[in-house]
């Protein structure tokens, strides 16, 4: 069955450095998003990426956050200057009709 | 603005035992979807089932069953025969479609973790 797969399941990093997370969303899908949920709390939505551009973005996803395909199989999300508030898990999503999810990203910022 | 509300933070049952999650929504649209969504221990999210604003009949699957109520708001979320394995958060979430109708956004609850003791 195919799925959402997320690299890497872990990623360590000192405050200020620039992380990259990898996505390979389900081959047909044509919508893309990233979600994170912050230890013990609720999943919160990010971004959603639909024909090579964003389709919509919440307040969460500021200047720091930015998202590409930069191919045909691979979706990234890029924070560029990372925060300790920035450790959390970090979900890739992909969808025809429902929203599939990867198994996710911990992100640790020390 | 929407809202999706879980009051039940942690439910604890023994194994064999019905359990009902409870979800209620808040949204001024009148097209959207409802989600539930489980997280187990090792911490991927599982689509359990999606249902639109439109269609308010119940449905069954195994041993899980979905009640929608459109009067009350709630969606909620029965495991029959509960087993161990159940044990997991339980997430509901809201999916509000954006102006051009194609795309949704999951807003999520902040779920509730069910323990099934054997």
């Known amino acids: 069955e195919p799925e959402v797969t997320q690299t890497p399941s872990h990623q360590v990093t000192q405050m200020g450095q620039e992380v990259i997370l990898r996505c390979v969303p389900i081959?047909?899908?044509?919508?893309f998003y990233w979600y994170r949920q912050i230890l013990g709390q609720k999943v919160e939505f990010l971004v959603s990426f639909y024909n090579n551009e964003i389709s919509e973005k919440s307040e969460i996803f500021d200047d720091q956050f930015s998202v590409e395909r930069p191919d045909g199989s691979n979706f990234t999300l890029k924070i560029r200057s990372t925060k300790l508030e920035d450790s959390a898990m970090y979900f890739c999503?992909?969808?025809?009709?429902?929203?599939?999810f990867g198994p996710g990203t911990r992100l640790t910022v020390l | 603005a929407q809202k999706v509300t879980q009051a039940q933070t942690e439910i604890s049952v023994v194994e064999k035992e019905d359990v009902t999650l409870d979800c209620v929504y808040e949204t001024r649209d009148t097209t959207y979807y409802l989600f539930w969504y489980k997280q187990p221990p090792s911490g991927e999210l599982v689509f359990l089932i999606r249902r639109n604003s439109f269609d308010e009949q119940n449905e069954i699957s195994g041993r899980y069953s979905w009640n929608f109520q459109k009067s009350t708001s709630s969606f909620n979320f029965t495991i029959t025969a509960s087993q161990v394995v159940d044990s997991a958060v339980y997430f509901c979430?809201?999916?509000?479609?954006?102006?051009?109708?194609?795309?949704?956004?999951?807003?999520f609850g902040k779920g509730t973790l069910l323990t099934v003791n054997p």
């Open positions: 081959s047909n899908h044509l919508y």
């Open positions: 979430a809201l999916g509000l479609t954006n102006s051009g109708g194609s795309n949704y956004k999951l807003t």
């Open positions: 999503a992909s969808r025809w009709s429902e929203q599939f």
